[in-house]
């Protein structure tokens, strides 16, 4: 079965550039997560999606940045302006099922994002 | 609220020592358990899990049981291989299916 897959797995940018981030979950899974690592740092939940429909986007900084969810596949994280406190890792993670229903999180390699 | 406090890194043991890292939670309800592992470069990997109070997870020699008097889910292992060099972390879930992290703890395994 293949994993959660995410790219880029490097990037650079200067601040105030705009950047997005893929992520294909595994088949199947009907909710899908995306987590700020900053270095040194536990992961941090920005949003939550249930197949197409956002569940939880309350640490999402909305002003700069925004995700979706066509077709309740695929993701893509974007940050636009870009600031020098958003250099971190960007994980996705997948689960089969999530709603009210605790489910093992898969996670994918990450996006290293770096701020110059 | 939810929240993971685990012990502070890094930890640098010598092949074949036996591992503890600490952990404990604050939650309300009845969260389930869990311990990732990040490997240099990768993502985070499932450890091990434990759903209920008294549960036992283990996984390559991990374990790790679930208190729910002491609020605690520790990481243990008899002996440690260079190959388990890595950052663990500790998370709990709870109603819907959010994941609380802790700050990881980084162990280096010498051989």
């Known amino acids: 079965e293949a994993g959660v897959a995410q790219s880029p797995r490097y990037k650079i940018i200067e601040k105030r550039q705009s950047v997005a981030f893929w992520c294909n979950p595994i088949?199947?899974?009907?909710?899908l997560y995306w987590y700020q690592q900053i270095l040194g740092q536990g992961p941090k939940l920005l949003i939550q999606?249930?197949?197409?429909?956002?569940?939880?986007d309350s640490q999402l900084p909305k002003d700069r940045f925004s995700a979706e969810r066509l077709k309740g596949v695929d993701s893509t994280l974007k940050i636009q302006p870009a600031k020098l406190e958003d250099s971190a890792v960007y994980l996705c993670?997948?689960?089969?099922?999530?709603?009210?229903?605790?489910?093992?999180?898969?996670f994918g390699p990450g996006t290293r994002l770096t701020v110059l | 609220g939810n929240s993971v406090t685990q012990m502070e890194g890094p930890v640098t043991l010598s092949e074949e020592a036996f591992l503890t890292i600490n952990c404990t939670y604050t939650?309300?309800?009845?969260?389930?358990l869990f311990w990732y592992v990040q490997y240099p470069g990768e993502g985070l990997q499932l450890l091990l899990k434990?759903?209920?109070?008294?549960d036992k997870g283990s996984n390559k020699g991990f374990e790790a049981t679930y208190r729910k008097e002491t609020t605690s889910f520790h990481l243990e292992k008899g002996s440690v291989q260079v190959s388990d060099s890595a950052v663990y972390f500790c998370?709990?879930?709870?109603?819907?299916?959010?994941?609380?992290f802790g700050t990881g703890t980084s162990l280096t395994v010498i051989p």
């Open positions: 993670a997948s689960s089969l099922v999530g709603g009210s229903h605790i489910d093992t999180q898969y």
């Open positions: 088949s199947g899974h009907a909710t």
């Open positions: 999606f249930q197949n197409n429909g956002v569940v939880d």
């Open positions: 939650a309300t309800g009845y969260p389930s």
């Open positions: 434990a759903t209920k109070a008294d």
């Open positions: 998370a709990l879930s709870n109603t819907g299916n959010q994941f609380y």
